[in-house]
Nanobody, 125 residues
């Protein structure tokens, strides 16, 4: 019954910006922590940034200084704003809910459930 749908991916030039959206049904982002993850071909899935139920965030090393996370007024959509994109940011980006906690604390994959299908981000000239 709980579903997540990612959107907003596409092709962007290095140094460009992109905003991804994660729309949830069955829960609101003030109930649980919401995390953005990404997986590049041949690489392990890594945590990017997490939005806590209280509006705070936990930022991974790859995102610090470049990426921000926010939510809409209805708290059903979480946004990932990315700037200064690099080719290394190319990956499929996923959002998921951490049903074990409301506040972000790292990116423990087993704590997250209801993964979306992902949206492709390609950074290339």
């Amino acid at each position: 019954q709980v579903q997540f749908v990612e959107s907003g991916g596409g092709l962007v030039q290095p140094g460009g910006s992109l905003r991804l959206s994660c729309t949830a049904s069955g829960l609101t982002s003030d109930d649980y922590a919401i995390g953005w993850f990404r997986q590049a071909p041949g690489k392990e899935r890594e945590g990017v940034i997490c939005l806590s139920a209280d509006g705070g965030s936990y930022i991974g090393d790859s995102a610090r200084g470049r990426f921000t996370i926010s939510r809409d007024n209805a708290k059903t959509t979480v946004y990932l704003q990315m700037k200064s994109l690099e080719p290394e940011d190319t990956a499929v980006y996923y959002c998921a809910a951490n049903l074990m906690r409301r506040l972000c604390a790292g990116f423990r994959h087993y704590e997250y459930a209801y993964w979306g299908q992902g949206t492709q981000v390609t950074v290339s000239s």
